[in-house]
Nanobody, 124 residues
Framework: QVQLVESGGGSVQAGGSLRLSCEAS????????MGWFRQAPGKAREGVAA???????TYADSVKGRVTISKDNAKNTLYLQMNSLKPEDTAMYYC??????????????????WGQGTQVTVSS
């Protein structure tokens, strides 16, 4: 059984940075396609970034150049480094994982497992 636990959310001023973490547990979970999603109030959930088994990364256009997804297989942890944050980045951020085989790219993930979410609030 896969479990995902996010942390690292918080409140920052526009232009600030945050690093989200997602601790994963479960058999071979770090070989899954893993990604970050977000959902703002009144909006649909959207993919932010994805990372494949081999480390290949993809990003949503709205965050490209400001966000970096990475993982530490030894620590079973997924990260999302967010810089130059904007008020429109305010949302609940979720970690997610899709079992292989999968076409691991943002917007193409259909997760089997979700974390509980961590809130990011960016003020202007």
């Amino acid at each position: 059984q896969v479990q995902l636990v996010e942390s690292g959310g918080g409140s920052v001023q526009a232009g600030g940075s945050l690093r989200l973490s997602c601790e994963a547990s479960g058999y071979n979970v770090m070989s899954f396609c893993m990604g970050w999603f977000r959902q703002a109030p009144g909006k649909a959930r959207e993919g932010v970034a994805a990372i494949g088994r081999n480390g290949f990364t993809t990003y949503a256009d709205s965050v490209k150049g400001r966000v970096t997804i990475s993982k530490d297989n030894a620590k079973n942890t997924l990260y999302l480094q967010m810089n130059s944050l904007k008020p429109e980045d305010t949302a609940m951020y979720y970690c997610a994982a899709e079992r292989p085989p999968s076409y691991c790219a943002v917007g193409r993930i259909y997760p089997d497992n979700w974390g509980q979410g961590t809130q990011v609030t960016v003020s202007s």
